[in-house]
Structures are given as structure tokens and as C-alpha cells.
């Protein structure tokens, strides 16, 4: 079953709007990861966050994982067509068994 | 290094046939795993390995299914019999616990099951 939730499923933005997608777990997570994939591609890594409430940048995008490190969110500011892809989260509860969520598909128009 | 390699990236085959997917991860990385894709489904743990042993093979969906790793630098996928619902693309990706467990993950394999 489903181990972590990721909402939205889309989001359709217009260049330059903001985007923020979520991922949730029931369990705690040890530390959790962000991957984006371009239509056609393979997952690539993001960034990685082990500490609660624990917040990174990355130029327009920002990471941040939740007090009871069950939660997690990354935020686009002002996105750019390159920003188009579909963007997971993968929780790592043990050992080196990620949990992908589903993924949030992102499209931009210009 | 020049990434994880998996081969073929392209297969097309009939119901019934066997299908065998391969993986070259990247040197040095003691852990290798197998995803699926769809679109149903998502990105779904099949198995994984550490130093070449299996440790967790409870995704692999039936006994059609079966992975190898008999070297550090090989791993396969095999499907026998394949049906239609195989169809996917089935990612090969590897980590090491010095790299942060970081997936890195290989072009995939698109098979598609007629």
C-alpha cells in the first residue's frame, strides 16, 4: 500500500506563478528526499533533509521537513518553464527502503 | 563514472515470452534497486540488494518475477512468462551509504507487453 502521500496529483501554473507540493506520512520518517523527473526521464535528486523542521534552498526552490518528521513540502517560487516535470518525495523509514510518493506532474505555461 | 546503465532502454514482445532487463550501477555504490513505473501505480520498489545479497524482495509482484546480482557490476530483471499488464518502465537505480544513500537512477527500460 501506499506508504507516503504526495497532493497535489497536478498543478498547472502560469510562468512566473508559485508552486508548492506536500508529502505526508503516517509513520515517521528517518529522512526524506525530493526528485525530479522530466517528461521522458528518470528520477534525478533534489536535495535530501534529515533533521526536523529542517528547511533548504535552492535558488527558487525551497524544502522543508516537518516537526514530527512525517511531513514534507517543496516550494517553487516564481516558476519557469524549465521547472516543468513531474517532482517526487521518497521517505526513508529503514534501512535504504525509500517510499515514493506519488508524485505532483507540475506544467508551466508561458 | 558514467552513470548507471541499463540495457535494453526499448523492448517490445508477445505475451508468454521472457523478458530480461539489465543493470550496470555505478562503481563503488554496495546497494542496487529495481522500481517499476506506471501510471496507476507510481515509482514501485521491486527489489533491492545490498553487496550483491537480496534483502527485500516482498514488491516483486509474483513468481514471474526474479532479480540477480552476481557480481557488484551486474544485476538482472527477468520476466517469465511476460503478460500485457508488465507492461511499464522499470528503473534501475544505486546507492551508497558513504553517498548519503542518494538514489541515482538509470535511463530505464520501457518494455511493452503485447
Partial sequence: GQQVMQIPQYQHVQEGEDFTTYCNSSTTLSNIQWYKQRPGGHPVFLIQLVKSGEVKKQKRLTFQFGEAKKNSSLHITATQTTDVGTYFCAGLRNFNKFYFGSGTKLNVKP | ?114
Fill in chain 2, 1 to 114: 563514472d558514467a552513470g548507471v546503465i541499463q540495457s535494453p532502454r526499448h523492448e517490445v514482445t508477445e505475451m508468454g515470452q521472457e523478458v530480461t532487463l539489465r543493470c550496470k550501477p555505478i562503481s563503488g555504490h554496495d546497494y542496487l534497486f529495481w522500481y517499476r513505473q506506471t501510471m496507476m501505480r507510481g515509482l514501485e520498489l521491486l527489489i533491492y540488494f545490498n553487496n550483491n545479497v537480496p534483502i527485500d524482495d516482498s514488491g516483486m509482484p509474483e513468481d514471474r518475477f526474479s532479480a540477480k546480482m552476481p557480481n557488484a557490476s551486474f544485476s538482472t530483471l527477468k520476466i517469465q512468462p511476460s503478460e500485457p499488464r508488465d507492461s511499464a518502465v522499470y528503473f534501475c537505480a544505486s546507492s551508497s551509504e558513504t553517498g548519503a544513500n542518494v538514489l541515482t537512477f538509470g535511463a530505464g527500460s520501457r518494455l511493452t507487453v503485447l
